[in-house]
């Protein structure tokens, strides 16, 4: 995979599928990104280890580059299966896990937000899923990371629970069916962000949360379900 594509400031980038000599570059970029958090808990950082994981051919990480300058990165996860697989969040069948992909870490260096590189990364790689090996996409995103969640929507995904994560972390869990995205229910309902108990109720009740409204300088979710 290699794409030369033109930014809002027009500047050109390429990009390419990263690999292990691009693991400097990588563990780099993430620093700069965490250093320039204003909410340390909205990233879960990878581990040098688990960038090798996914390297190593479970998964697909591409990156953006501006010259030889690595300026962002995305990554999708083949992920182990074990007690905490998100497709259990889901209730896939044992049977179904294998095909299963995580929507994994973004990272864009903080000169270069802006240009929409997280949607454009997103939006390749969901291009480029083998829908004969994976039907699915998971990934977690916490409450008011509105960025990232405003990408997951973007994408096609959708909330199916909220629940604490990653020792203790209130995170949303999303999903995509490749298969069967048809999720638009004749029903409607909106909840505060900041409700978490409200969320939860109706997510227990088969709603799925499809989008975001502000209104009166508070974050509402928006939730869709079949009649």
Known sequence: MKKDVMLKNGQKVTIRELAHDDLHAIMTLQEKVIDNLTVASFLQPLS???????????????????????????????????????????????????????????????????????????????????????????????????????????????????????????????MIDLQDNEKTGSLTAMADMSDVLEQQSLLKDGWVGVGLEEADGSWKVKFQKNE
């Open 48 to 174: 040098e280890e688990e960038f090798h994981y996914i390297l190593d051919g479970n998964g697909t990480m591409i990156g953006a580059f501006h010259g030889s300058h690595l300026i962002a990165f995305r990554a999708m996860l083949e992920p182990e299966i074990d007690e905490h697989h998100l497709g259990k969040d889901a209730c896939l069948p044992a049977s179904e896990l294998p095909s299963v992909l995580y929507s994994e870490v973004t990272n864009v260096d903080p000169a270069y937000r802006g240009n929409s590189l997280q949607r454009i990364l997103g939006e390749l790689l969901m291009e480029n899923v083998d829908t004969n090996r994976h039907r699915y996409v998971f990934a977690t995103v916490a409450p008011f990371n509105i960025a990232s969640l405003k990408d997951k929507f973007t994408l096609g995904m959708y909330i199916i629970s909220l629940e604490k994560k990653y020792e203790n972390l209130l995170r949303y869990t999303l």
